[in-house]
């Protein structure tokens, strides 16, 4: 029997449920010896994550995913091109218009168990940055779509749309601390394009509860961002997260006008797409 995904509330181990999907979580060892490592959950491999979704019971934005094995596969191709394009299909697929979509978890699930695989570490011709960077980018742009800011400003129209218990964004956002676990190695990342789009993703999983105690910590990558970034959506994320967490933040940036659904790397920064 295979597992589907969604969000992260134990039903019967090793699965899960999102909205009213069963999916497959890997175990977390709980021992004593494992006293003071972190406590999120892990990520499940990605291969499980590939071979235990039910892919085609799962929506996308254009019909079932039994199209998505073939495109994640792709990302662990030594050839950046062939990923950089599967990414950006993916944003298609499971981030369309910056919405979320049942398949859109497992997608991130798997992406955020690659970010060790060896594949991540390709670099991108013409730029000298790993794959990395761009999986990381890929995880942010992803969980700003379920982020506060975006889900408050659209429960003020329409109450409980996104947020009710079985909706795909409330599983999805059930999912940070899971998700945060895999991107926090790479908050101090050698390359800086690796580190910053960590941070990012980061600042953004940690507004769930209960990756409260990490924000203080996270504070200080922030302010490192305002210090030395000349991204303006990765500043705006710092920020924003500074200010939510009551930290003093630097004067206001100049004024740019953007669509309020650009979320930090999305389609309109282009890190996706061609040149490669």
Same mark, same amino acid.
């Given at each position: 029997?295979?597992?589907?995904?969604?969000?992260?509330?134990?039903?019967?181990?090793?699965?899960?449920?999102?909205?009213?999907?069963?999916?497959?979580?890997?175990?977390?060892?709980?021992?004593?010896?494992?006293?003071?490592?972190?406590?999120?959950?892990?990520?499940?491999?990605?291969?499980?994550?590939?071979?235990?979704?039910?892919?085609?019971?799962?929506?996308?934005?254009?019909?079932?995913?039994?199209?998505?094995?073939?495109?994640?596969?792709?990302?662990?191709?030594?050839?950046?091109?062939?990923?950089?394009?599967?990414?950006?299909?993916?944003?298609?697929?499971?981030?369309?218009?910056?919405?979320?979509?049942?398949?859109?978890?497992?997608?991130?699930?798997?992406?955020?168990?690659?970010?060790?695989?060896?594949?991540?570490?390709?670099?991108?011709?013409?730029?000298?940055?790993?794959?990395? #960077?761009?999986?990381?980018?890929?995880?942010?742009? /992803?969980?700003? !779509?379920?982020? %506060?800011?975006? =889900?408050? &400003? +659209?429960?003020?129209?329409?109450?409980?749309?996104?947020?009710?218990?079985?909706?795909?964004?409330?599983?999805?956002?059930?999912?940070?601390?899971?998700?945060?676990?895999?991107?926090?190695?790479?908050?101090?990342?050698?390359?800086?394009?690796?580190?910053?789009?960590?941070?990012?993703?980061?600042?953004?999983?940690?507004?769930?509860?209960?990756?409260?105690?990490?924000?203080?910590?996270? #504070?200080?990558?922030?302010?490192?961002?305002?210090? /030395?970034?000349? !991204?303006?959506? %990765?500043?705006? =994320?710092? &920020? +924003?997260?500074?200010?939510?967490?009551?930290?003093?933040?630097?004067?206001?940036?100049?004024?740019?006008?953007?669509?309020?659904?650009?979320?930090?790397?999305?389609?309109?920064?282009?890190?996706?797409?061609?040149?490669?």
């Amino acid at each position: 029997m295979k597992g589907q995904f969604s969000g992260v509330n134990l039903v019967s181990w090793p699965f899960a449920v999102i909205g009213a999907v069963p999916v497959y979580v890997w175990p977390v060892n709980h021992s004593r010896s494992n006293a003071g490592a972190p406590h999120e959950p892990e990520v499940p491999p990605y291969q499980v994550v590939l071979s235990e979704t039910d892919w085609d019971a799962l929506q996308t934005a254009f019909g079932n995913g039994a199209d998505l094995p073939e495109v994640l596969t792709r990302l662990l191709q030594p050839d950046p091109k062939v990923q950089i394009t599967a990414l950006s299909e993916l944003g298609e697929l499971v981030g369309h218009q910056n919405t979320l979509y049942e398949a859109t978890a497992p997608v991130a699930l798997y992406v955020a168990g690659i970010l060790t695989h060896p594949a991540a570490l390709t670099l991108r011709p013409y730029r000298n940055v790993p794959v990395r #960077a761009a999986l990381l980018n890929w995880l942010a742009s /992803t969980a700003y !779509d379920a982020s %506060d800011e975006v =889900v408050g &400003r +659209t429960e003020q129209y329409f109450p409980g749309f996104l947020t009710h218990d079985d909706s795909v964004v409330a599983a999805f956002r059930d999912l940070r601390p899971m998700l945060y676990r895999a991107v926090a190695p790479f908050l101090r990342d050698n390359h800086e394009d690796v580190r910053e789009a960590a941070v990012t993703a980061a600042l953004i999983l940690a507004e769930h509860p209960a990756l409260a105690e990490h924000r203080d910590h996270l #504070a200080v990558h922030a302010r490192a961002i305002l210090d /030395t970034s000349g !991204d303006e959506l %990765d500043r705006r =994320v710092a &920020r +924003t997260a500074l200010r939510a967490w009551g930290h003093d933040v630097p004067g206001p940036e100049p004024f740019r006008e953007e669509p309020w659904h650009w979320g930090p790397h999305s389609d309109g920064r282009g890190d996706l797409e061609p040149p490669f």
